[in-house]
């Protein structure tokens, strides 16, 4: 007898959405407070001395923070609760709203966080202006199937996001 197939509906989230800032000169805690985030790891630009004496000099800031995901299976406990509806319906336009139907996972769950995203376009501009690059990563984790993203692109695109699947 075959096992079960399970259902990628309710199936854990096993991937991961990183956002990874560089920059020539900004100041990794000026990258916290703009996006009210705190990184899981940050190196500022310019001269630095190790706890064991060594000296390093690093050309650029580097900034990259975990954000949030989420599984169908959490987004539809969530709902039935009224607990992400009230989030959906201040998040989304109508219109967006009707976009959303038929979205992927991972178009979903990006979109809700470039969408809290659209404050900080202007700071997104500046850091891509001044030759840095603010970069959305998508961590498939150990399994390898496909990343759908369709809704999110043009979002991504418009805040001056790139994005790369690994």
């Not at 995203?117 to 850091?127: C, T």
Request: proline share 4%.
């Amino acid at each position: 007898m075959k096992p079960a197939r399970s259902n990628p509906q309710t199936e854990a989230v096993d991937w991961e959405l990183f956002l990874r800032i560089k920059h020539p000169s900004l100041d990794p805690d000026d990258i916290s407070a703009a996006l009210d985030i705190h990184p899981e790891e940050s190196i500022a630009a310019g001269p630095q001395v190790s706890s064991s004496g060594v000296r390093r000099l690093h050309n650029e800031t580097y900034w990259i923070a975990r954000l949030a995901t989420f599984s169908f299976a959490e987004a539809a406990a969530s709902m039935r609760d009224g607990v992400r509806q009230a989030e959906l319906i201040s998040l989304f336009s109508r219109e967006e709203m009707r976009g959303l139907m038929g979205a992927s996972m991972h178009d979903m769950s990006i979109l809700m966080r470039l969408r809290r995203f659209e404050s900080a376009r202007d700071f997104f501009e500046r850091i891509n202006r001044d030759g840095g690059s603010v970069t959305l990563i998508v961590d498939r984790g150990e399994r390898e199937q496909p990343v759908v993203l369709n809704r999110c692109l043009a979002k991504l695109a418009a805040l001056g996001i790139a994005l790369e699947i690994d």
